[in-house]
């Protein structure tokens, strides 16, 4: 199976402070998606980003929300001032070899205090 | 794409087959039905996915009701590493969204 990896596994701060989650995707892809899931909740969709535009977001991708691909290896999420209610298990995925499946990596579990 | 119902919980005894149902009675036909699992606090692992035919892999197969309003997934001969939660998901864009359920909690026990 195709490995998608993230940094930090685990990240905590402070409400209102800054944070940058990473995701190195599957080589060559240009699409990825990144996911949430609060503790003892459903998977829910963020953002879809292809070709270095957000293709689609849901409500929860408000305006402290933002995504980027700095160099082609590797796309980030940045929530830019953490609230409580930002803790949560935060996945990236991307569409495989034959780009109908997603893969996902292992998140990454933000605490925010 | 269309709401998918399934079982909130299921229990399976190791070796024996789990079968895994999920109702998608408005589906349409360019939608597909896709399988996820989650080990617990795990990503999401990708299972199989189907269309009108019945689907086969290393990891399960996927039973596609002629009318196509619901399907099965059959992990032949579960194990202990099987207890997860299983998600049925209606899609009709491979590069699309996925919209997670509940899922059917599967336990397996010795």
């Known amino acids: 199976e195709p490995e998608v990896t993230q940094t930090p596994s685990h990240q905590v701060t402070q409400m209102g402070q800054e944070v940058i989650l990473r995701c190195v995707p599957i080589s060559n892809h240009l699409y990825f998606y990144w996911y949430r899931q609060i503790l003892g909740q459903k998977v829910e969709f963020l953002v879809s980003?292809?070709?270095?535009?957000?293709?689609?977001k849901s409500e929860i991708f408000d305006d402290q929300f933002s995504v980027e691909r700095p160099d082609g290896s590797n796309f980030t999420l940045k929530i830019r001032s953490t609230k409580l209610e930002d803790s949560a298990m935060y996945f990236c995925?991307?569409?495989?070899?034959?780009?109908?499946?997603?893969?996902f990596g292992p998140g990454t579990r933000l605490t925010v205090l | 794409d269309a709401k998918t119902t399934q079982p909130t919980s299921m229990d399976c005894a190791e070796g024996r087959a789990a079968n895994l149902p999920c109702n998608h009675s408005?589906?349409?036909?360019?939608?597909?039905v896709y399988w996820y699992r989650q080990i617990h606090s795990q990503g999401p692992q990708y299972i199989i996915h189907g269309l009108k035919n019945n689907e086969t892999n290393e990891m399960a197969s996927l039973i596609i009701t002629e009318d196509r309003k619901s399907s099965t997934l059959i992990l032949p001969h579960a194990t202990l590493r099987d207890t997860a939660v299983y998600y049925c998901?209606?899609?009709?864009?491979?590069?699309?969204?996925?919209?997670f359920g509940a899922g059917t909690q599967v336990v397996v026990t010795p």
């Open positions: 408005t589906i349409s036909g360019n939608e597909y």
């Open positions: 998901i209606a899609l009709t864009d491979s590069w699309g969204k996925l919209q």
């Open positions: 995925a991307t569409p495989g070899y034959t780009a109908d499946t997603q893969y």
């Open positions: 980003f292809y070709n270095n535009e957000i293709s689609e």
